[in-house]
């Protein structure tokens, strides 16, 4: 057992507990003054130290900015990289407060930069709605920023504090007149605290995007100076979120052509939504709370859901277009949906630190009133849209029960209730999913070679063969009956598509080994397209790897080394021949896994001690849709542009 002891406390081991055996007295109580407690526990205030939680810096002085927008002061925010990976957000709004805070007596400018949970967004008047809930943003950003600088422009002055840690360096100063009002603030992000500084230009820049579409009329400039050439790009919106629902259905067929905007308000709070329809059988439903992502919905994305299913089957009954008894359930209706649905209330409820679900019950109430009243009166205006949006519904009824009947065959057949495992697997020993892993193998050589080289305590090995079927092309019905999915399927053990169950998952960590070549990408993409249509959870809980088999064998003698990449391969080389340059240095390339022979399989790509994994994870369900459409899907088009466009980041391709 790994025992944390910083303290250097003596710690005695009594099975499953630890016991300190000093006194726990007063003295072990801390209390942490000012900002100290962000920098002791950062986490809990961004997240984490990673690359996400750098970004989210970046956010929160954005956000403050939006706030001011939404106020209706602000119409233009510049973010800015700077030389050197600093940050610099300006705005045109009323600027902070400069003021004396009456409260604490001192400077309100001091105070909403060095006091958590201070700012104008806790019923002073200041904002009515508002992102930042808890007044932590500016603080936390100047907490864990190695310096940061304020200027204020207010009252015909421009005003400039400066800090370092949190603390301050530079009281606050008149430093010169102006005609205009807002705010620019220059930080440097801590290396004392993060894991990397270097910002990422389109991490940043899809936020952006994303707050444009949200705050319709809003300009917004991303500007990144660490390039020779500067990069500038203004995103204004005046139709926003129609244009987001626009952006995303960029590549895909349209049912109908044109957006359906709602929007209405009651008290304090106010809600739109934009949604059109593509021949795709996936659905895309992207939710915000006071500009705030909610990717695990809340009662506004309930309020839209159950209005649509109910709008959709009153009108399909009233006109005879659904017979009988015939309804349409909720995910018949928003098959091949796409829609954005963004609500603004005073007091947000979100459930969980990360803010991802919204709590509000009366906001569900003002959302299913605003659809069912104004989706009713679309679809009398505009009956033929109506038609084809329930026509479609009606086919993906059709194909659900299509999925099921094939569900079920597929399992009387294979015995799948009684446990029965394909015979393409050799599973592992061990039945904690935990511990288990899952190489999905394409050839049966190299299946061969990982069976005979894994540890088969804990490594199950899964053989396919040949190019498995295109899932961006093929309802669930196809995919039941398919030879090469199937099994993959019944091994897992989860199931797919809304009767996907994570607990039911039989490997915690689910490997794709393939070549590092052509044909290797083309079947790692297909079966992470799969992964993500059928069984989302799997990459959204971190368990879908992608093993990295080495390119190269390097031989001297009797010394063998493997290199991973072209640079590796050179500098092995050179390392190989030490003070000798005219030593020869045998350098193969490995044409495929299948050709390695157990032992090697197992030292390169396999032992857990040595090999590499690259996780794949789903930080934008957005951009990953788009992207498998793109790759996948039936337009030719957009696929040669974006090939044409990520050409030039290609390495190590084998034609």
Same mark, same amino acid.
């Given at each position: 057992m790994?025992?944390?002891n ?11 507990t630890?016991?300190i055996t ?26 984490s ?18 706030d ?11 973010v800015r ?9 300006i ?5 902070i ?8 007596g ?16 806790f ?10 809930l808890?007044?932590?943003?500016a ?5 864990l920023?190695?310096?940061?600088e ?6 015909g ?9 949190g ?25 004392e ?8 230009y ?6 952006m ?5 949200l705050?319709a ?19 204004? #919106? ?8 626009e952006y995303?259905?960029?590549n ?8 359906? #905007?709602?929007?209405?308000g ?19 439903i ?5 500009n ?6 809340g ?23 659904l ?9 018949d209706?928003r ?26 019950? *009366?906001? &569900?109430?003002?959302?299913d ?8 009166? #679309?679809?009398?205006e ?15 009824s ?23 495992m394909?015979d393409?697997l ?9 511990l288990?892993e899952i ?8 299946a061969?070679?990982a ?5 088969? &305590?804990?490594q199950a090995?899964?053989? =396919?063969?040949?190019? =498995?079927?295109?899932?961006?092309k093929?309802?669930?019905d196809?995919?039941?009956g ?5 099994? =993959?399927?019944v091994?897992?053990g989860?199931?797919?598509g ?9 490997y ?24 993500? &249509?059928y ?6 809980n971190?368990?879908v790897?992608?093993?990295?088999p ?7 003698g ?5 290199a991973?990449?072209?640079?590796? +391969?050179d500098?092995?080389?050179a ?19 299948? *050709? =390695? ?5 197992w ?10 994994? &690259?996780?794949?994870t ?9 992207v498998?459409?793109?790759l ?6 957009? +696929? ?9 980041y ?6």
């Amino acid at each position: 057992m790994t025992i944390d002891n910083n303290d250097n406390d003596i710690v005695q081991s009594t099975g499953f507990t630890e016991k300190i055996t000093q006194e726990y007295d007063a003295s072990k109580i801390q209390v942490l003054e000012g900002l100290e407690a962000v920098r002791k526990r950062p986490g809990m205030y961004i997240g984490s130290t990673s690359s996400s939680g750098l970004h989210h810096l970046v956010y929160e002085i954005v956000d403050n900015a939006i706030d001011e927008a939404l106020a209706g002061y602000c119409t233009e925010i510049t973010v800015r990289i700077n030389p050197g990976n600093t940050i610099t957000v300006i705005d045109n709004g009323r600027g902070i407060p400069v003021g004396i805070q009456p409260q604490t007596g001192k400077g309100a400018l001091e105070v909403v930069y060095t006091v958590l949970h201070a700012g104008g967004k806790f019923g002073g008047g200041g904002y009515k709605v508002s992102g930042g809930l808890h007044g932590v943003g500016a603080s936390v950003v100047n907490a864990l920023s190695e310096w940061l600088e304020v200027q204020v422009y207010t009252g015909g002055k421009i005003y400039e504090m400066k800090f370092s840690r949190g603390d301050i360096t530079e009281s606050l100063t008149v430093i010169g007149d102006t005609d205009r009002t807002g705010t620019t603030v220059t930080f440097k992000p801590d290396g004392e605290i993060f894991d990397e500084t270097v910002f990422d230009y389109k991490t940043l820049h899809k936020r952006m995007r994303e707050q444009a579409f949200l705050n319709a009329g809003l300009k917004i400039i991303m500007e990144d100076m660490r390039q020779e050439e500067p990069v500038s790009e203004v995103m204004h #919106y005046e139709g926003g979120i129609r244009q987001f629902v626009e952006y995303i259905n960029r590549n895909k067929k349209l049912i109908n052509d044109e957006v359906i #905007y709602m929007s209405g308000g009651r008290s304090d709070s106010i809600a739109e939504i934009a949604m059109q329809y593509n021949d795709s059988y996936d659905e895309i439903i992207v939710s915000f709370a006071n500009n705030i992502h909610t990717p695990e919905g809340g009662m506004h994305e309930t309020g839209f859901k159950t209005a649509l299913t109910r709008v959709l089957n009153a009108y399909g009954s009233k006109n005879n277009l659904l017979k009988g008894d015939e309804k349409l359930t909720g995910d018949d209706c928003r098959e091949g949906l796409c829609a954005v649905v963004s609500v603004k209330l005073t007091n947000a409820q979100f459930e969980g630190q990360t803010k991802a679900k919204l709590g509000n019950a *009366e906001i &569900r109430t003002l959302v299913d009133s605003i659809v069912s009243e104004q989706l009713s009166m #679309y679809f009398e205006e505009h009956p033929q849209t109506a038609k084809a949006l329930i026509e479609k519904g009606l086919t993906a009824s059709r194909a659900r029960e299509a999925a099921r009947r094939a569900r079920e065959s597929v399992r009387s057949k294979t015995g799948l209730e009684s446990g029965q495992m394909p015979d393409k697997l050799q599973d592992c020993n061990e039945r904690d999913p935990a511990l288990c892993e899952i190489y999905i193998v394409e050839g049966d050589s190299a299946a061969g070679s990982a069976i005979q080289g894994r540890d088969s &305590r804990f490594q199950a090995i899964l053989s =396919m063969w040949g190019k =498995m079927l295109n899932v961006e092309k093929a309802r669930a019905d196809k995919i039941y009956g398919n030879d090469k999915l199937y099994p =993959m399927i019944v091994a897992l053990g989860a199931g797919i598509g809304d009767e996907f169950n994570i607990e039911k998952l039989r490997y915690h960590k689910i490997i794709i080994m393939a070549d590092a070549d052509v044909d290797g990408s083309h079947i790692r993409t297909l079966l992470l397209t799969f992964f993500f &249509r059928y069984m989302r959870p799997l990459i959204e809980n971190g368990y879908v790897y992608s093993a990295v088999p080495p390119l190269y064998k390097l031989t001297r003698g009797k010394t063998t080394k493997v290199a991973y990449s072209d640079e590796e +391969r050179d500098r092995i080389s050179a390392e190989m021949r030490g003070n000798n340059p005219d030593a020869k240095v045998d350098i193969s390339r490995f044409k495929g896994l299948g *050709e =390695m022979d157990p032992h090697e399989l197992w030292e390169t790509t396999m032992d857990p001690e040595k090999r590499t994994l &690259r996780r794949i994870t789903l930080d934008d369900a957005v951009t990953a849709d788009q992207v498998f459409n793109i790759l996948m899907g039936e337009e030719v088009e957009p +696929r040669r542009e974006w090939i044409e466009n990520n050409a030039k980041y290609v390495v190590n391709l084998d034609i």
